[in-house]
Nanobody
Framework: QVQLVESGGGLVQAGGSLRLSCAAS????????MGWFRQAPGKERECVAA???????LYYVDSVEGRFTISRDIKNTVYLQMNSLKPEDTAIYYC?????????????????WGQGTQVTVSS
């Protein structure tokens, strides 16, 4: 079992930055692919970024390419650095873990999910 806890969300003005963290506990987190998803009211869940267990494969949705960076460390934490934030980035952000393969944006293939953290970008 893997437990995921997100932090770092909040309210920021457009153009600002936030850094989300997802702390994992439980099994061998280092072998899990990780993803950051978001869901805004009335919209479908969207994969923002994903990283393989080794860090050599990355995925970004087009709308955040060049602005967001996903990374992970050996201390069971995955990060999402978000720069040049826009009002349309407002959503609840979730991290997710997959114990096999590299699901990328395919959310049904993730096995564990955090509770989410709210990100609000004001114009």
């Amino acid at each position: 079992q893997v437990q995921l806890v997100e932090s770092g969300g909040g309210l920021v003005q457009a153009g600002g930055s936030l850094r989300l963290s997802c702390a994992a506990s439980g099994r061998t987190f280092s072998r899990y692919a990780m993803g950051w998803f978001r869901q805004a009211p009335g919209k479908e869940r969207e994969c923002v970024a994903a990283i393989s267990w080794s860090g050599d494969r990355l995925y970004y949705v087009d709308s955040v390419e060049g602005r967001f960076t996903i990374s992970r460390d050996i201390k069971n934490t995955v990060y999402l650095q978000m720069n040049s934030l826009k009002p349309e980035d407002t959503a609840i952000y979730y991290c997710a873990a997959a114990h096999s393969g590299f699901p990328g944006s395919r959310w049904p293939e993730y096995d564990y999910w955090g509770q989410g953290t709210q990100v609000t970008v004001s114009s």
